[in-house]
């Protein structure tokens, strides 16, 4: 690359570009900051500050499972009602399976066991309709 020709000219009252100064790499703070990091690398040691999307999806998990233990504590810890309750409809589900075991039975049973059902209910009805 050819150098401009006011380089080779002594004058005096031309102004020679100087390379600017970064204020950010005169600093005293970075220049610590930078020789601490060369430091830690040289060692092997990694900074130890986690990036910003790092700490706030550990955060968010942390609350998920902090969330998640409470649902889990207030579920056990049940009310006397809600016990109760929960019994009743234990019981109810019990006796709609015993009911719904009988009707199969009565289906599944043979023609003639049902026909004979039906003849005592209606000697049964026929004895006491005259009592009455």
Do not use: C, W
Not at 95 to 109: F, Y
């Amino acid at each position: 690359m050819a150098e401009p020709d006011y380089i080779d000219d002594d004058n005096p009252e031309l102004i020679r570009p100087q390379k600017l100064i970064n204020p950010v790499k005169s600093s005293r703070n970075h220049q610590d900051l930078h020789r601490e990091l060369l430091m830690n690398q040289k060692r092997g040691l990694a900074p130890q500050n986690k990036p910003e999307l790092q700490k706030v999806m550990e955060k968010r998990k942390r609350d998920q499972v902090i969330k998640q233990q409470k649902e889990e504590e207030a579920q056990k810890k049940k009310s006397d009602l809600e016990i109760e309750l929960l019994k009743r409809q234990q019981k109810l589900e019990q006796l709609e399976l015993e009911q719904q075991k009988m009707q199969e039975e009565q289906e599944n049973a043979p023609e003639f066991v049902k026909v004979k059902g039906n003849l005592r209910r209606t000697v049964q009805e026929a004895t006491e309709a005259p009592d009455s």
